[in-house]
């Protein structure tokens, strides 16, 4: 059944009336041109035939006669009679020059019919040198048309009166009968065809709006990787369907996207809730033990009490760098504003008070290096690295460099301890990941330190990289895009 609200069968429709309202135009003014064209030769035929009829009916009267007799012989029925000798359908009317018959002679008409008669006023005008091309008289019951011409009767450059010529319209009528006829049929022929291509043509101008349709279904049920079959056209439909695919390759991609996300915060939260289990069965384990003694030396609670304070200690830390780290992800970005690097980064290292831990810290800070940095976030970037150092390379120097390369500007820590085993290296960036020797938890934290400082350095744009060439110590370097203009303000 013909769905009227499908775009196909409405532009279908849209073209056929389109197409129908066309050839009724086309028709209708054909008609009336033909018609016109038909009448006006006619009408010049009949001229003519008078024309060389007076001509000679004049030629064989005036040799004999005066004026006045041609005159009168000109307004007289042998006048008319003769008019009506070229063509036996003629029928021929005299107008006085009061604008009255005063001669008629029908051809086949029977003797009491008239001629068709006109109005007094075209008489009068015709008389005045103002006649129409023809005239339209209708005649008789049922009516007859005739096409009637009038001629002015002219005698030493004087119009004395008019001669009427009329033929029925009757040919000129069938002609334009059979000219309907044809138009009605080549019509109809021309919009039957329509109606069976037009649909076809329409459905395959259309087919890829349906491809689009069904992957556009295809998409909302989940299959994302479902695309618009080409080959595309230039035109406007081959454009919706390659903007079509672009989109669902976006939709693809962030679906993937947020599938990956979904993935990462799972072992997240799995490796979360791993690390915080083992410090919550240590404390559990410490007060099962002491509440199961009767008695217990105070020695033992002590040494239990102290254990328990350093694994709830433990336990505060990875909290604290867990809610760190989401408020860095999932928080606004970094409040930046441009400072100068080594001003920066020298309070920063002042706070710290490395010398008081006994670490011997040098410093080789270039001036006039402007970063756009949130200065309170960095620092923690500072602090991390400085306490992995105090960490894993105990008692080794730390050397502190600021430097700036092209667009870029840089701090680094280098220090002296054992170094990070090539085995370690592409992943201590990486959550909760510990190092070979971090792994005893004594000495090792939570395995977030360097997550959290890669996610502050990103956050400004920059990055951070760890090399540790075999033998001399770990080198972490913090890139920052650096800002060319003079700095505004300093720390
Ligand atoms: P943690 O909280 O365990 O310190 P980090 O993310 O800060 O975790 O560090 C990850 C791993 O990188 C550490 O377990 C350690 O093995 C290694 N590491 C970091 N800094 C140093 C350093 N200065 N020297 C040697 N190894 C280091």
Redesign the pocket.
């Known amino acids: 059944m013909i769905r009227v609200r499908s775009l196909r069968w409405r532009l279908t429709a849209f073209y056929l009336g389109l197409l129908s309202g066309l050839l009724i135009l086309l028709g209708v003014t054909q008609y009336f041109v033909i018609r016109e064209v038909l009448l006006r030769s006619n009408a010049e035929v009949l001229a003519n035939d008078y024309t060389a009829l007076q001509l000679a009916f004049k030629r064989q009267q005036q040799s004999s006669k005066t004026t006045t007799p041609i005159q009168r012989l000109l307004l007289s029925k042998q006048f008319a009679q003769a008019l009506t000798l070229s063509n036996s359908r003629i029928s021929v009317a005299i107008i006085g020059p009061a604008g009255l018959i005063v001669a008629t002679a029908p051809a086949t008409l029977t003797p009491d019919e008239q001629p068709p008669q006109l109005r007094t006023d075209q008489y009068q005008a015709a008389l005045r040198g103002r006649s129409r091309a023809y005239y339209l008289a209708p005649i008789g019951d049922p009516p007859t048309t005739y096409l009637t011409v009038l001629r002015p009767i002219e005698v030493s450059a004087r119009t004395i009166g008019l001669a009427q010529l009329s033929v029925p319209t009757d040919g000129i009528e069938q002609t334009l009968r059979q000219d309907r006829w044809l138009v009605l049929v080549g019509s109809a022929a021309v919009l039957l065809l329509a109606l069976l291509l037009t649909p076809l043509i329409v459905a395959r101008a259309l087919r890829p709006l349906n491809q689009v349709a069904r992957t556009a279904g295809a998409l909302a049920a989940g299959d994302y990787q479902q695309r618009v079959p080409g080959p595309h056209g230039d035109d406007e439909i081959g454009k919706v369907a390659l903007a079509f695919n672009e989109m669902a390759g976006g939709i693809e991609q962030a679906f993937e996207m947020r599938r990956q996300s979904e993935e990462r915060m799972r072992q997240f939260v799995a490796d979360a809730s791993h690390e915080l289990r083992t410090p919550l069965t240590a404390l559990a384990g410490y007060i099962d033990v002491l509440g199961r003694r009767d008695s217990v030396d105070p020695e033992t609670l002590q040494s239990s009490l102290a254990a328990m304070q350093r694994e709830s200690g433990r336990m505060t830390r990875l909290v604290w ?1 867990l809610l760190t780290l989401t408020r860095i992800e999932s928080g606004r970005g970094p409040t930046l504003r441009p400072l100068s690097l080594d001003a920066w980064l020298a309070g920063a290292l002042d706070e710290l008070g490395l010398q008081d831990e006994g670490v011997t810290a040098t410093r080789q800070l270039a001036p006039g290096i402007t970063v756009n940095i949130d200065p309170d976030a960095l620092k923690q970037v500072v602090n ?2 400085a ?3 105090l ?3 105990p008692g080794a120097e730390q050397h502190w460099r600021c430097f700036a390369e092209g667009s870029r500007a840089a701090f680094r ?1 280098e ?1 002296t ?4 085993s090539a085995q ?1 290296l592409p ?3 990486e959550r909760f ?7 005893d938890r004594a000495a ?10 890669k996610s502050i350095v990103e956050a400004h744009g920059g990055t951070i990289e ?1 090399t ?1 060439p075999p033998g001399a ?2 080198t ?1 370097t913090v890139w920052l895009p650096r800002v060319v203009e003079p700095a505004k303000s300093s720390t």
């Not at 301890?417 to 990070?420: A, L, R, V, Y």
């Open positions: 760098d991390n690295l306490q992995n150092a960490k894993y390379a820590l220090d301890g054992p170094g990070i370690d992943h201590i960036f990941y510990r190092g070979e020797k971090a792994r090792g934290g939570s395995g977030l330190g360097l997550a959290i400082a760890a540790s110590g770990a972490f």
